[in-house]
């Protein structure tokens, strides 16, 4: 029996699961099951290395319906992009996209047909490919320009605060271990060693936050 699977990509915070999968039903697809990745680079990690990639290159059968919420979710690299079009289409499975409804199957024998799915992928993909790049250059920009006004570049916010920092400080003077400050405090435990490694760090990183 034919399924319809929805695959998820996650990798920022203001992307769910859910979300996706409620974009796909709003569309009109009946989805049968997810399968997702969180925190996976679609430019540098191909679908077929991600973990739960693999698992959609073993669930998916001929008759099989294929849903993603745009060609972006199955990565951001071209030739990544198109060879795993192609790949599924020759298993007789079809892909759809949920921006823009888009159907790409490779059952059509139709020349003119093929010409147009064929120019229409290589386009997505260069597009979703283009947009990756283009992101990530503003961000390297932005961020080069923070470095150059060093009172704009504080780097990821610190999970610990004055007082928190303090407490830890003491409590290392008393020779207490990671765990135990990690509970008196609510921090983690990695945060708690990333301190201990470095107090004089930590206190750096929290004076950018506090001015």
């Known amino acids: 029996m034919s399924k319809t699977i929805l695959y998820a990509r996650v990798s920022t915070t203001d992307q769910t699961i859910d979300h996706q999968k409620d974009q796909a039903e709003a569309a009109g697809f009946v989805i049968d099951e997810v399968v997702a990745d969180h925190g996976v680079s679609g430019i540098s990690t191909e679908l077929k290395e991600r973990e739960e990639g693999k698992r959609l ?53 139709d020349p003119m047909q093929e ?21 990530k250059e503003a961000q390297r920009a932005g961020i080069e320009a923070a470095r150059r006004d060093g009172s704009k570049y504080r780097g990821k916010k610190p999970s610990y605060d004055r007082e928190a920092l303090g407490v830890v400080v003491d409590m290392l003077g008393q020779d207490k271990g990671a765990s135990e400050i990690s509970k008196a405090t609510g921090l983690t435990r990695q945060t708690v060693l990333r301190i201990r490694s470095d107090p004089a760090a930590a206190d750096v990183t ?3 936050w506090e001015s």
Do not use: P
């Open 57 to 109: 290159y073993d669930k998916l059968r001929h008759g099989d319906t294929l849903v993603v919420r745009w060609v972006d979710r199955l990565g951001r690299n071209y030739q990544d992009v198109t060879d795993t079009i192609r790949h599924f289409m020759r298993q007789g499975v079809v892909i759809k996209t949920v921006i823009n409804g888009l159907t790409f199957d490779g059952s059509t024998k």
């Open 115 to 135: 010409a147009v799915r064929d120019a229409l992928i290589a386009f997505m993909a260069a597009s979703a490919q283009a947009q990756a790049e283009a992101t």
């Open 206 to 208: 929290l004076s950018r």
